[in-house]
């Protein structure tokens, strides 16, 4: 909201005002500037009570017991041939091509290590 107030006086101190035919303001008149304001304030709103709820939807869901997030790409079987590889002085390319996983995931698993 505080950026929709800065940038209103920013475009008030150019002379620039907003007119749109959808929603019927136009932001060169007092009446127009609150109806700006008001529809900011509303779009502010809507935006924390879908914050509200999808925070609300987490915690039921972990009191629940249901694991959220990505499932693990890898096992502890495939982390630990990826360090008996990696202690084989092999590259992270030959480690990443041999277990059948991207670069990447042999890189997190060697930090983790």
Request: aromatic residues 4%; glycine residues 8%.
């Given at each position: 909201?505080?950026?929709?107030?800065?940038?209103?006086?920013?475009m008030?101190?150019?002379?620039?005002?907003?007119?749109?035919?959808?929603?019927?303001?136009?932001?060169?008149?007092?009446?127009?500037?609150?109806?700006?304001?008001?529809v900011?304030?509303?779009?502010?709103?809507?935006?924390?009570?879908?914050?509200?709820?999808?925070?609300?939807?987490?915690?039921?869901?972990?009191?629940?017991?249901?694991?959220?997030?990505?499932?693990?790409?890898?096992?502890?079987?495939?982390?630990?041939?990826?360090?008996?590889?990696?202690?084989?002085?092999?590259s992270?390319?030959?480690?990443?091509?041999?277990?059948?996983?991207?670069?990447?995931?042999?890189?997190?698993?060697?930090?983790?290590?």
């Amino acid at each position: 909201m505080k950026e929709l107030v800065l940038f209103l006086s920013d475009m008030k101190d150019r002379d620039v005002g907003i007119c749109s035919v959808r929603q019927g303001f136009d932001t060169s008149t007092s009446m127009g500037e609150i109806m700006f304001q008001f529809v900011g304030i509303l779009s502010s709103w809507e935006r924390e009570m879908i914050r509200e709820r999808t925070l609300a939807g987490l915690e039921r869901a972990k009191s629940e017991g249901k694991t959220l997030g990505r499932r693990k790409v890898t096992n502890e079987t495939m982390t630990a041939r990826i360090l008996e590889l990696r202690n084989g002085k092999k590259s992270i390319r030959e480690i990443a091509s041999e277990v059948g996983v991207s670069r990447g995931t042999v890189n997190n698993i060697l930090k983790v290590a």
